[in-house]
């Protein structure tokens, strides 16, 4: 009895080991995002994964490397979107609280939130800022378009995408033959209290060594339920990276209180108030101050034009009749 158990024992540590290799070679993920709340990634509303169930009971004949494939081709996709932008600004505080209240609008969180100080080429000291948000990946279009409302200038915007999927088809995997080694174990553990034809020595020995494998495979598991779950949060929260730069730092230098830039600008600025009310006056005109003047001197030239003509053919009338 003792030597099947071992047995069994090896071939189970085998299997733990090729879990921990490949566990080993899964790229590690945050175990936790701040600020994101609950709720599962696209495909995983309900809390179950079907489609990884399927695939498993369907190619259990299949090798690993074709029920993985087999899985990823029927798994939807998961992908991070992320976006980076560097903005500029009148009032950076302002729209920090600004982007701020738009990510809980849109049903997200603040990650971070920064405000500094920072000094111009003229020495000024001006506020500069970031924050980090996430926003429903689905939202991601809509929040970038209000960040960027009444920007003055946006100085770079990134955006990058990572797909997942297959990440996430191997840990899945992983974990379902994790659980199924961790059963194993458990049947082994109890097997090994039960034994009658054990000593209490061994029997003490064969319950630790067994347990030590158990804790070990739980840790596994746990690692992996972390990483799935981030990916699951990563790829239904986009991050954005926002960098808040005050207006007055892209003014252009002075020298000696001699601005020929901002000369440039209110020279046109006023040649368009120029045209501004030149236009406003001939509307005016035409439409306002025009139609009053022949309302009230129409009639009266009206009237004078008729004296005219009158006194004209009295006067024709008396010098046909001279002659």
Known sequence: MKKKTVLIFVALALVL??????????????????????????GYENGS???????????SSKGPGEVSASAAALQAQMIIMNADL?????????????????????GGRVISMNMYQTS?????????????IRVPADKLENALSQIKVDAVEVNNETRSGQD???????????????????????????????NPNSTTTSKTQDVL???????????????????MQYYEQASAYSLINVTLVAEETIQPIEIGGWKPEGVARDAIQSLIKFWQGF???????????????????????????GIVALVKRQKRKKAQAGK
């Open 120 to 132: 111009t080429q003229s020495g000024q000291t001006v506020p500069a800022g970031t924050i980090s």
């Open 17 to 42: 080991a090729a879990c921990g290799i490949k566990a080993a070679s899964t790229p590690s993920a945050e175990p936790y995002l701040p600020g994101v709340g609950g709720g599962a990634a696209p």
């Open 86 to 106: 560097t903005i500029v600004v009148p009032d950076p505080q302002a729209k920090v609280e600004a982007i701020s209240q738009m990510s809980y609008n849109l």
């Open 209 to 227: 060594d067994v347990y030590n494998q158990i804790i070990s495979v739980r840790g596994q598991i746990e690692s992996i339920k972390g990483q």
């Open 49 to 59: 994964m079907p489609t990884q169930a399927s695939a498993s009971n369907s190619d």
């Open 164 to 194: 997942v999927t297959a990440e996430y088809v191997d840990l899945q995997s992983q974990l379902t033959n994790l659980e199924m080694a961790e059963a194993d174990l458990q049947a082994i553990m109890d097997e090994a209290k039960n």
């Open 279 to 305: 236009v406003n006056f001939l509307i005016n005109f035409f439409l306002l101050v025009l139609p009053i003047l022949i309302t009230i001197f129409g009639p009266i030239a009206l009237v004078i034009w």
